[in-house]
């Protein structure tokens, strides 16, 4: 991966971005890499092949976005195993995690990502930001109240149900300070709401 700026000049994947004009590019890499990392290097130069790839790949990246400004690319890499810091502050994950069937496992999720990741895709085919609630098969309690955070509190969010096609506004200052109220009658059940700003004003 030296050179990187050389080798892209010609790189099969840089001309179709150019030539088709693609602005949304999504990498895969849904191999355990360690073991060739490891067979690559002799005992006491373990761990020179993964960081001279790791380089490089960010560096990969890089070339691409300077390249190509205001190109989105999606992080995908057999469920999750790229969203480290380095590659979320180039990109960003459009499809988390291929576990996205089971409800509470997904809610696990939602909560452990929203920590470190604030703009995220969870494989519903919906835009992001957005935001989901699971209800468990024994919880009793029908609806709660939750605070959204770093929202513009001036600006205005129109808020859509992604089940009932019910939709709101309200302003960032609510969002933050008095929360939204989710409501979930099944049981066990769960609600996805997309957000977005509608005006500044």
């Not at 290097?41 to 490089?56: H, P």
């Not at 979320?88 to 509470?104: F, G, H, K, T």
């Not at 969002?175 to 005006?199: C, D, F, S």
């Amino acid at each position: 991966m030296e050179n990187i700026e050389i080798r892209l000049k010609d790189n099969i994947q840089n001309k179709i971005i150019t030539d088709e004009g693609v602005d949304l590019y999504r990498q895969d890499f849904n191999i355990d890499p360690l073991g060739h990392w490891r067979a690559n290097d002799t005992e006491d130069r373990q761990g020179i092949t993964e960081n001279k790839y790791v380089a490089g790949y960010l560096a990969y990246w890089d070339e691409l976005l300077r390249r190509h400004p205001g190109m989105l690319i999606d992080s995908c890499a057999s469920g999750g195993r790229r969203n480290d810091l380095e590659t979320m502050r180039r990109a960003i994950p459009l499809y988390r995690s291929d576990y996205i069937l089971e409800p509470v496992g997904n809610q696990g999720q939602t909560y452990g990502l929203s920590l470190w990741l604030p703009f995220y895709g969870a494989g519903y085919n919906l835009p992001v930001p957005l935001t989901e609630y699971c209800r468990r098969s024994k919880c009793h309690f029908r609806s709660a109240e939750f605070k959204l955070h770093d929202l513009d509190p001036k600006a205005r969010y129109r808020i859509d149900n992604a089940d009932t096609d019910q939709m709101m506004i309200k302003t960032g200052a609510e969002l933050m300070e008095k929360g939204l109220v989710v409501e979930i009658p099944e049981q066990p059940g769960a609600v996805i709401l997309k957000y977005a700003i509608v005006n500044t004003k």
